[in-house]
């Protein structure tokens, strides 16, 4: 079976940080791209950050640049995002997503978390 998992979402206050996890199961990450994907309320579902399978190159959003680190550990099956200097903007689900290759493009997703939420305060 075919499978991501996202765990660690929560409560935390602004300027606080959090880290995200996100497990595959029925397949293998030295295969597929690893993005996070994130969807506020009321708002379309946007990439935030990707890790290719080699772990060799990164990407971020504007919105998330220098505060958040993705990162993996293929033995482990495992793909982790850094969130630091958190913001109530960041406030949404997030979603963690694997593809062949790093994209933003939600139609191109192979497979899917189910997502956590992360919830910043003011």
Do not use: H
């Amino acid at each position: 079976e075919v499978q991501l998992q996202a765990f660690g979402g929560g409560l935390v206050q602004a300027g606080g940080s959090l880290r995200l996890s996100c497990v595959a199961s029925g397949f293998t990450l030295d295969d597929y791209a690893i993005g996070w994907f994130r969807q506020a309320p009321g708002k379309e579902r946007v990439g935030v950050s990707c890790i290719t399978s080699s772990g060799g190159s990164t990407y971020y959003s504007d919105s998330v640049k220098g505060r958040f680190t993705i990162s993996s550990d293929n033995a482990k099956n495992t793909v982790y995002l850094q969130m630091n200097s958190l913001k109530p903007d960041d406030t949404a689900v997030y979603y963690c997503a694997a593809d062949r290759v790093c994209n933003y493009n939600i139609k191109l997703y192979d497979y899917w978390g189910q997502g956590t939420l992360v919830t910043v305060s003011s």
